[in-house]
């Protein structure tokens, strides 16, 4: 089984930051790429950031040059940086690992920017 928690949600006003952490546990040997996903009212879920084993990063649009997405493998810690946070990031973020082409999520964590 893979158990992945994510923690670090919260209440921000817009322009603040937040960190958010996931930690997996359980048979993640294989596991390539990690990555983070939200929900915001209303809407689809969403790829947010993405890291590969070797280190290579992706970020939608909407969050390049506000958030940071970095894993320690020696942890099998994901993490997220989110800076200069703003109303439309709010949502629930779920953090994802990829074993031989399979995805396993999280429960997810709040994130809730005031404006």
């Known amino acids: 089984q893979v158990q992945l928690v994510e923690s670090g949600g919260g209440l921000v006003q817009a322009g603040g930051s937040l960190g958010l952490s996931c930690a997996a546990s359980g048979s993640i040997f294989g596991v390539t790429v990690m990555g983070w996903y939200r929900r915001a009212p209303g809407q689809q879920r969403e790829a947010v950031a993405r890291?590969?084993?070797?280190?290579?990063?992706s970020y939608a649009d909407s969050v390049k040059g506000r958030f940071t997405v970095s894993r320690d493998n020696a942890k099998n810690t994901l993490y997220l940086q989110m800076n200069s946070l703003q109303f439309d990031d709010t949502g629930v973020y779920y953090c994802?690992?990829?074993?031989?082409?399979?995805?396993?999520w999280g429960r997810g964590t709040q994130v809730t920017v005031s404006s």
């Open positions: 890291v590969t084993t070797s280190g290579r990063t």
């Open positions: 994802a690992i990829e074993i031989s082409g399979r995805y396993y």
